[in-house]
């Protein structure tokens, strides 16, 4: 088992600013602190071997753990053939992900078999954490929510608040300045006419219409009929005043 740097000691001993304040034991909430010691990390790996050492320095160590017992005997603290003969405070390492995540869980042994689970630290990256409790995690997810609930009816009553009744006059003003103030959008314009003509060229053409059965006369609107008159005067040619006045008369004596 590796022996922590000096410079790590003296800070962990001069985090309260008395030395012997180390040697208390810690508080039972401590979720909104973090502990990261960059010089320890520097000099030593961080693996399942070393954990507990870089975690006894943090101010979520209980000194007075079996865990300490053994590390004064030169034993290693997170052997469990000997801490399961003991009873009372102990440390044990749960879960492992070498060397990003570490979970070490606080516990109160009363027999070999019998282990009351007390607090939950995870070592994430190099730096201490305590988990939070599983009531602590609902009562802040029911209170988010009822506050976004909360949210949302004040929203809606405000809105609600501004709608009433009005006269047909009012509605017809209304209605009239909107469509005043409702403008041609050039730019929109020329979106739907690419997107239009986007399309156009991604379908296939159109096939050409059957031929009609044979003795069939299409039925004639009146705007071909006037087509066809008007067809048919600009066809015929002109009289010449002139000329085409039929035969000519003789003067009688």
């Known amino acids: 088992m590796a022996t922590p740097p000096l410079g790590a000691m003296q800070m962990n001993a001069s985090f309260d600013g008395n030395p012997m304040a180390a040697a208390a034991p810690p508080a039972t909430d401590m979720t909104g602190i973090c502990f990261r ?18 975690f006894a320095l943090s101010p979520f160590y209980d ?88 949210k949302a009816f004040t929203t809606a009553a405000s809105k609600l608040e501004k709608i009433g009744y009005v006269d047909g006059e009012d509605e017809s003003s209304a209605s009239d300045s909107k469509v005043t103030k409702e403008t041609i959008d050039i730019k929109e314009v020329k979106r739907i006419d690419h997107i239009l003509a986007a399309l156009q060229r991604r379908l296939p053409p159109a096939p050409p219409p059957p031929p009609f059965p044979e003795g069939y006369t299409p039925p004639t609107t009146e705007a071909e009929k006037g087509a066809e008159t008007q067809q048919a005067a600009e066809s015929v040619p002109p009289i010449d005043p002139i000329i085409d006045q039929g035969p000519a008369k003789r003067m009688k004596f």
């Open 63 to 150: 000194y007075t753990c079996n865990n300490e017992q053994l590390r004064l005997r030169s034993i290693h603290p997170l052997d469990m053939s000997h801490l399961s003969k003991m009873t009372g405070i102990e440390y044990a390492l749960s879960e492992v992900l070498e060397p990003n995540l570490f979970v070490m869980r606080k516990q109160r042994r009363d027999s070999p078999d019998k282990v009351t689970h007390m607090l939950t630290y995870y070592v994430l990256d190099g730096s201490i954490y305590q988990a939070p409790q599983l009531s602590s995690v609902f009562a802040a997810r029911i209170g988010r929510a009822l506050y976004y609930i909360s």
């Open 37 to 54: 010691d960059q010089l320890w990390l520097n000099s030593y790996p961080l693996d399942r071997n070393l954990v507990f050492d870089y």
